[in-house]
């Protein structure tokens, strides 16, 4: 149901002139909660409606009817509603309303024979429904009135049996009535009552939150909310239930800040550390604050190197106290944290970054690049370059030219590899890539910039800042990428490639992809290694493989990618430690991580060769996307919340384990089939705490299990055993 923008409307009587005389009736009378209701056909007419015949041509004496005379039929059955209708292929009803906003609920079918109609309301084309001998749809939609009369618009088979109108009424009185900091810390809002209202619902934002959320029901008109905090500005709305269940719009909005800007805000704390944790929980403490009130606590799984603390932070405790358990850690992989104190004047700084975690750390950095031996180096000074091996190779003012240059200068024929160092920063056309032979090292220290073509992206356009084609033993230390090219590295059909520590920051284009496209009977490319890869702003995938046999991958952090984080296609024995994906694919189907293309497939069977320690999502469209036969895959944790499509959809996936963490919502995890494949099936997700979402199989898969599942304000929906 798409719901437009409500306003209050205006009451009156209407005058009905029919056939047998004049009948006056309250239409839309102040204070009636009753409907306008339509009866369309030659049967006999169901109580409470108006009769509307092939004949009942419109005129403003009526107030109601249709623009020409169209067929009607009587089955006789199944009720006086049903049993008769109108037809034709291209007609309209109208009826003259007040200006405002209307709920409809529209009948069409025949208990005879099979319909298809289409309607436009008030110009907006709602679509074709349809209903088999014997069954009626019933369609319900919301529309605004603005020139006094509604119009509907009726097409196809044109059948309609039966329509129902709703004013819709608005609330525009919400104010604030109190707000309290302490000892108590409350909002309350209120506003003028409906008669019309059975509930009320109240949604709030809180500075910070992407949208309004629901946060409690009320039958009065004022409701406390308990819940505010000191130091947050919040927006509240409402909007009211009748007794036949439609929900009005959201009045207008209230802001509230919980702040007394007589009181002065304190410091940060100081001395935040980490005193204790264990594989499940860590214990944080810190120093005390004069004129404190309480202390929150923030955490993040995003490293602050890479990103804005208060961007990424989700604030988990509040307490009076010097000291703060963290219960809910599902990860060995890093998780950062910062504490705040507050009073009625607001909130402090922020405290230093404390962090632990133990397993390997990735450093993000680039401080490593350069050192030791080397075979040539290119050099900037100003704006131009100089290449040495052995002697001065090329100077000019082409970092293209100068990068190229110096890996031609290297060994011809060589059989080990052979080290290249850029040493400074410039700018390439995206019509051009380095190209990197066989046994080739190629380190980056400072920024290529790819000055974009303007062409969108494409997969035809080989063209890289970097690009390996048919070698072996290549590695790229470091490199960092802004700009628009159509790739930032392109691997084809090649062995033994390592990327080290690769940040691209583009502005368009496709991150990395690895393939061996040019024949997909073979997989053309093995034995890959990638450490680290920060990737953000492509219009494509970060990073994408296809056609990979054997790749190991340390982390991969996405943001904002247009498409995928990481996307697998037709790859096996894929071993990634951690994925981060921050609104990666954000309006799309797309996901943090995402497999396709039968990957996974091996010898005909799906047995487990896609490995993955955890995948780490916020925002974007999807956490985890399994489609197309792909498989074989075992996650060891997940932590996924706020994604705009499902958390994780499997579709057509096989043997797929995801082994334990959380998803919060506010969206599902999906099992899912289309019927051109075979079924979804072998899927286990065990000790997931699952936080304001929902589990749906539908249809059902073959030996899908869910165990050990956590249900914080969550429900299941599954076929098999939970």
């Given at each position: ?636 944790r997940v932590d996924i919340a706020g994604t705009g499509s499902n958390s994780m959809l499997i579709e057509n ?70």
């Open positions: 149901m798409i719901r437009k923008r409500f306003s209050m409307f205006v009451l009156m009587t209407v005058a009905l002139l029919v056939s047998s005389g004049l009948f006056a009736m309250t239409a839309l009378a102040e204070g009636n909660e009753q409907p306008l209701k339509f009866d369309f056909g030659n049967g006999p007419t169901a109580d409470g409606y108006l009769d509307v015949t092939s004949t009942t041509i419109y005129s403003e004496e009526r107030g109601y009817g249709i623009n020409k005379s169209v067929a009607e039929r009587d089955r006789g059955e199944p009720d006086d509603l049903k049993r008769d209708f109108l037809l034709d292929g291209n007609y309209e009803f109208k009826v003259d309303l007040p200006n405002g906003d209307y709920y409809l609920k529209l009948i069409a079918g025949d208990n005879i024979a099979f319909n298809r109609s289409r309607f436009t309301i008030e110009g907006e084309n709602i679509g074709s429904f349809t209903s088999n001998a014997g069954q009626f749809a019933e369609i319900t939609h919301t529309t605004t009135v603005s020139d006094g009369q509604l119009n509907i618009q009726i097409g196809d088979n044109g059948r309609i049996n039966g329509l129902e109108i709703y004013p819709v009424p608005e609330i525009t009185s919400l104010d604030v009535s109190e707000v309290s900091l302490a000892p108590n810390t409350y909002v309350q809002v209120s506003w003028d009552p409906n008669e019309l209202a059975q509930s009320y619902k109240v949604f709030r934002q809180k500075e910070g939150e992407r949208s309004f959320s629901h946060i409690g029901d009320t039958s009065e008109a004022r409701f406390t909310d308990e819940t505010a905090e000191l130091g947050y500005t919040y927006r509240y709305a409402v909007s009211l239930v009748t007794d036949v269940g439609i929900e009005s719009a959201r009045s207008n909005e209230v802001t509230v800040t919980m702040i007394d800007d007589n009181v002065s805000v304190p410091k940060s704390p100081g001395g935040v550390k980490v005193t204790s944790h264990s594989a499940e929980e860590a214990t944080l403490a810190w120093n005390e604050v004069d004129d404190a009130v309480r202390y929150y606590v923030y955490r993040t799984r995003y490293s602050p190197e890479q990103f804005p603390i208060e961007d990424v932070t989700e604030k988990i405790g509040v307490t009076d106290e010097l000291t703060w358990t963290d219960e809910q850690i599902f990860s060995p992989n890093p998780y950062f944290y910062v504490v705040k104190a507050v009073n009625e004047g607001g909130l402090s700084e922020n405290s230093t970054v404390v962090s632990f975690q133990d397993e390997k750390t990735y450093s993000g950095d680039f401080k490593g690049c350069g050192q030791g031996k080397f075979d040539a180096q290119v050099l900037q000074t100003g704006k131009s370059w100089r290449v040495i091996n052995k002697g001065v190779v090329y100077t000019g003012n082409d970092m293209h030219a100068a990068m190229q240059a110096a890996v031609d200068s290297l060994t011809p024929d060589r059989t080990k590899q052979e080290r290249v160092i850029v040493r400074g920063s410039g700018t390439i056309p995206a019509d051009k890539s380095v190209e990197l032979p066989s046994h080739t090292s190629f380190e980056v220290c400072g920024t290529i910039h790819v000055e974009g073509t303007g062409d969108p992206f494409d997969y035809g356009n080989h063209n890289a800042a970097v690009r390996i084609r048919h070698v072996e033993n290549v590695t790229v230390p470091y490199l960092q990428v802004t700009g628009r090219p159509n790739f930032g590295i392109f691997v084809r059909t090649s062995e033994n490639i390592h990327l080290g520590q690769i940040d691209l920051r583009l502005d368009g284009g496709h991150g990395i992809r690895i393939d061996s496209r040019d024949n997909d009977d073979v997989y053309g490319v093995r034995n890959v290694r990638i450490d680290d890869v920060y990737v953000t702003g492509t219009s494509s995938h970060g990073v994408e493989t296809y056609g990979v046999d054997g790749i190991s991958i340390g982390r991969v952090t996405a943001v904002h990618t247009g498409y995928s984080g990481i996307l697998l296609n037709d790859t096996i024995n894929a071993d990634i430690d951690v994925v981060y994906g921050y609104g990666a694919g954000t309006g799309t189907g797309y996901a943090a991580f995402r497999m396709a293309n039968r990957n996974g497939h091996v010898d005909d069977e799906y047995s487990a060769n896609i490995h993955v320690g955890e995948v780490i999502a916020r925002g974007g469209g999807r956490g985890i996307f399994c489609v197309s036969r792909s498989g074989g895959a075992v996650i060891e996936c096989y043997n797929i384990t995801i082994n334990g963490g959380v998803v919060e919502g506010p969206n599902d995890i999906r099992i899912a089939a289309r019927a051109e494949f075979p079924n979804t099936a072998n899927i286990l997700m065990q000790n997931i705490r699952l936080r304001n979402s929902s589990i749906l199989e539908s249809p059902c898969g073959d030996n899908v299990i869910f165990r050990d599942i956590t249900l914080e304000n969550s429900q299941i929906n599954a076929c098999g055993p939970s």
